[in-house]
């Protein structure tokens, strides 16, 4: 079988996406500090380069003046399918997430795993050169859940 009818299969399918291409380098579109707001909160997430192919990230949210909680995350390859690995409040989520969508034209990556009630879901979108897009979604215990947030390119602290 060729590597096209394959790769056309998993498209078809709606299986994980693979990573054809760059993988994880497809990701390189998040590095960058990014702020932005989501109802009481101040988010600050930094996102590195995606050399040596991983992305990691740290994220704190603000509210109150002070920091509330933060937030980890690992873009790996695993298998030959990116995955995202979340670090909630620190810990280690007992769920990876593979990429269902990643396009790095459209500077877009979906991250899915059903067995998850909340994030179910997680969007990255660069919607311009400086602003990032994150939604989450999935279920809470009043039904559908979403979580969006608008973050804008920033520079990082001087030292």
């Known amino acids: 079988m060729s590597v096209i009818a ?4 998993a498209l078809l399918c709606a299986q994980p996406a693979k990573a054809p291409n760059g993988g994880v380098a497809d990701l390189g579109w998040l590095a960058g500090t990014w702020r932005g707001g989501a109802g009481q909160s ?4 930094c996102y590195s380069s995606a050399e040596g192919g991983e992305v990691v990230s740290a994220s704190k949210e603000i509210r109150g003046g002070r920091v509330v909680t933060c937030d980890f995350e690992r873009f790996w390859d695993k298998k030959g399918t990116v995955v995202l690995s979340p670090f909630p409040h620190g810990r280690k989520s007992p769920h990876d997430f593979p990429a269902v969508e990643l396009d790095p034209k459209a500077q877009k990556a979906v991250f899915e795993n059903a067995a998850n009630d909340f994030p179910r879901k997680f969007t990255y979108h660069r919607a311009a050169p400086d602003r990032l897009v ?9 039904g559908p859940m979403q979580m969006r947030l608008e973050l804008k390119r920033v520079e990082p602290p001087k030292r």
Do not use: D, N, V
């Open 42 to 45: 101040t988010w600050e997430s």
């Open 134 to 142: 994150i939604t989450l979604e999935g279920e809470g215990k009043g």
């Open 6 to 9: 394959i790769a056309l299969g």
